[in-house]
Each structure stands twice: as C-alpha cells, then as structure tokens.
C-alpha cells in the first residue's frame, strides 16, 4: 500500500438542495487547477477526521452548517505534481444559504448537467456517483406474470435504477417481458439496464450491463450508451472495469446467501480493501437486506444491489 504521507488528504461535498441539485463552485485561478469547477470542500488538518474537516470547510467556503450527511465515494488521483485524495460525503440536509465567501463563483447544477462543466480529472468518478441512487435492483423471475409481480414490488421500494436479467425466463418470452418492463420503466423514470447475457442487444435501455465473463471479453467500454455497469468479484475484474471505463460495478457476494451457499463470501473487511483499490462507484450484492444500506455506505459502497432485498 503507499504511504497515504504521500497523499493531499482533501473532504469534499456532494450538497444537494430540495430539487436535488448539486452546488459546484469555481475554483480561483491561482490554485492548483484553478479555473476549473469543483465540489466544495478543503485540506483534511493533522489530527482532524474527515467529517469534521468537510463541515469546516463549508462553514469557511460557504457559511453553511451541516446538519446530515453521509460518505459518499473516495478517490486516488496521482496528478504530475500531487497525489490526491478525495474523501467525499454527500450533505442533504444543511442551516444557512450557501454563498462563495471567498468571492467564488457558486451555482446549483442539476446532476444531469455536470458533465457540461469542466471538472478536475479526480473529480470525475464524484460526478458518477452523484448520479447513482443507493439502491440498484436485479429483475429476475422464473415466468412473465412473477418477473412482472416482481417489478411492481421493485417499483413500490422507490428504486429508480434497475437490471433486467431474466435469465431464468423461456427465451421465447424474453422479447415480451422487456418490452413490458421498458414502458413501465418509462412510466415511472426508471433507468434501465439490460444484462449483456439477454438476447436484446438491440433492444432501447438506458443501458448495458456486463456479466463478469462479458467484463472480460471486452477492451473498451461498450459504445451507444449512456449508462455501463458491470459485474465483478475480485480485484482483477475491478481493475478491468475501472480501465475500460464502466460507470459503476456490482460486487459479490458480499455474505452468504441461501441460493448461493457454495459461494465464498467477502465479507466487510475484504469488500472495503477491494473498494479502496478502484475509483469507481461499487453496489455489494449478496446475503444483504435494506437496512445494510447505512453499513454499505460507510463501508465505501454506493449502495445496494439485490433481487430478494426489493421484494418485500
């Protein structure tokens, strides 16, 4: 592991306001890439841990108190003249009406638009992960009527990103059910991906999905769209996605899990090791419920993916 001495340990803030908007602020011109925009945030002190460094700063950059929060992603990024890391938590609750008080531009952006602003390189994957939700759901079923049973419950947990890896369905069947399943997506704005293993590469999603085997049969990222996930279950799988360019990963099993009592399981250790090793955004999968959701966070993960978790 390197020495984390060689490293500008850095807090930043993903800040959301009741529309969901983002605030991003220039950064002044004499700085280290200055010009650009940025997440507030600032210099984690000696001594200081990063929670209590990011509400300083915004209090200093901003003059906002912050009342919730919770980690977001954390990010190496090796700079020609500087290692970074960026510790960043997501603020949904806050006092005060934040302002450049240093004189810095500061402006509300919806998420959708990030990408139109010109960030440093390290804060790319931030603007990912501010994108995703914490929740991810695999849509399986072993006919039409359950895998639509299934999607109704998947809609009522208030999932806004889904997997469509019916597998398990008659192929003849498959065509149909994605057919359902995109407009009930459309209806209620959720984003669909298809998994790489359905005989649908062709078919509208918002979209793809690799299976681990796809993963690794694939040197660039898929072209044509807008969302790339994919599945992974060691540190060479994870490498390969964050090198080829996937958004964001799925990693498993987490704990076991009853269809998969065979399986050797992570665990919490090994899952937070692996994540600290890739810049991407990762959901656990495996042998985890809703309410693991806080302990996956702070465990460095994105979120939740599952297929029973959203079932209930």
């Not at 005060?96 to 402006?107: A, I, L, T, W």
């Not at 964001?248 to 665990?267: E, Q, R, W, Y």
Request: overall charge negative.
């Amino acid at each position: 592991m390197t020495d984390m001495n060689d490293w500008l340990h850095v807090a930043a803030a993903v800040i959301r306001d009741g529309a969901g908007r983002v605030l991003i602020a220039e950064r002044p011109a004499h700085l280290h890439q200055g010009g650009l925009w940025e997440f507030p945030g600032g210099k984690v002190e000696p001594g200081e841990d990063a929670r209590a460094a990011l509400a300083r700063e915004l209090d200093e950059e901003l003059g906002i108190t912050v009342r919730a929060c919770s980690p977001l992603i954390r990010v190496r990024h090796r700079y020609p003249d500087r290692n970074v890391l960026l510790d960043v938590w997501e603020v949904t609750a806050f006092a005060g009406e934040p302002h450049g008080r240093e004189g810095q531009p500061v402006r509300w952006v919806d998420t959708g638009a990030l990408q139109a602003f010109s960030f440093p390189a390290a804060n790319l994957p931030i603007i990912t992960a501010s994108r995703l939700p914490d929740r991810y759901a695999i849509l399986e079923g072993h006919t039409t009527q359950q895998v639509l049973e299934h999607l109704d419950k998947i809609i009522r947990n208030q999932v806004s990103m889904l997997q469509l890896r019916i597998k398990s369905l008659p192929h003849a069947e498959i065509e149909t059910v994605y057919r359902a399943v995109w407009a009930k997506c459309r209806q209620h704005s959720i984003r669909l991906l298809i998994n790489s293993d359905l005989p649908l590469s062709h078919a509208k999603a918002d979209g793809i999905h690799l299976s681990s085997r796809a993963l690794l049969a694939s040197q660039t990222r898929p072209k044509a769209y807008e969302w790339v996930a994919a599945s992974c279950h060691n540190l060479p799988e994870l490498k390969h996605a964050e090198n080829i360019g996937v958004d964001f990963v799925v990693l498993a099993p987490i704990l076991p899990t009853a269809t998969h009592p065979d399986a050797t399981s992570l665990g919490w250790e090994n899952m937070t090791a692996l994540i600290e090793q890739v810049n991407l955004p990762v959901f656990a999968l495996g042998g985890l419920s809703l309410q693991d959701v806080d302990q996956i966070l702070h465990a460095g993960g994105q979120g939740i993916a599952g297929i029973s978790a959203f079932l209930s």
